[in-house]
């Protein structure tokens, strides 16, 4: 029977009477039966369907960032970079890796954007080695020691606490951190680096934990709650909308 539009089939075989119906899904309930002889084997082929083929291209030269939509202030657009000292090759008997993260403050076209101030907790820059696959060196790699404590949270204020920050669209935030290269800790991925081995500086992202409208001269009145150990997570909401980071350029480097 020809038709103009496709027809779809559908197979159901019902084991105890060894009866197949096939037909149109419209049609099933008036299939017919066939029970097919012991030796004959039946095989139901189901062709290939279209396939998609794509390319990535990775521009390892522009960052990862979002575009500004022209007059919309419904929340900053922020946008990182990673440099690196040295570029492109860290000597082992150096022992040192600068890595500064800059964090900017994209204005609107057109312009109109307001400061905004911010918890600065988690904008930070990860060393990883390449071991057949990409490795955090934060096991092996000499960093601030852990703090463990149960004091009770304290109450602070945005305005005048280190762990927060002010941008004017435009403007740029940054910290800069110095990694040393140790070649005397063991790890259970592979060891300290070693010479020929490559590293990456990598920022992944990050959904701000607390932000506002505003520079921190006008939130010095304004209070948070913080852990004693530092502004790492506050408990008050700040701006309802999530501002996110997003991941910046990775930096490569040889060990040599």
Same mark, same amino acid.
């Given at each position: ?114 400061? @905004?101030?911010?918890?600065?907790? =988690? /904008?930070?820059?990860?060393? *990883? $080695? &390449?071991?057949? %696959? ?64 490559? @590293?990456?500086?990598?920022?992944? =992202? /990050?959904?701000?934990?607390? *932000? $506002? &409208?505003?520079? %921190? ?40």
């Amino acid at each position: 029977m020809t038709t103009s539009s496709p027809t779809v089939f559908s197979l159901t075989y019902r084991r105890e009477s060894d009866m197949f119906f096939s037909g149109p899904v419209n049609d099933i309930a008036h299939g017919f039966g066939w029970n097919p002889p012991a030796e004959t084997k039946t095989e139901v082929v189901l062709p290939g369907g279209p396939f998609l083929s794509f390319t990535v291209e990775d521009d390892e030269d522009r960052p990862i960032a979002p575009t500004p939509i022209s007059g919309e202030e419904s929340h900053p657009t922020l946008i990182a970079r990673i440099e690196c000292h040295p570029q492109g090759q860290v000597a082992l008997q150096d022992d040192l890796v600068t890595v500064t993260l800059r964090v900017t403050y994209e204005p609107l076209s057109g312009g109109g954007s307001r400061p @905004i101030t911010f918890n600065t907790a =988690g /904008l930070d820059v990860e060393l *990883w $080695v &390449w071991r057949d %696959r990409w490795v955090n060196m934060e096991g092996f790699v000499c960093r601030a020691g852990w703090t463990f404590c149960d004091d009770p949270d304290i109450q602070v204020s945005p305005g005048r606490h280190e762990g927060f920050a002010c941008l004017r669209p435009g403007e740029t935030w940054s910290q800069t951190s110095r990694f040393p290269l140790l070649t005397d800790i063991e790890s259970d991925d592979g060891g300290a680096a070693q010479v020929g081995e490559g @590293i990456r500086c990598l920022f992944k =992202g /990050l959904r701000l934990d607390w *932000w $506002v &409208w505003g520079t %921190r001269e006008d939130h010095v009145a304004t209070t948070v709650t913080i852990p004693a150990t530092g502004s790492w997570t506050v408990r008050e909401r700040g701006e309802r909308l999530d501002v996110i980071v997003p991941a910046a350029a990775p930096v490569d480097l040889v060990i040599v």
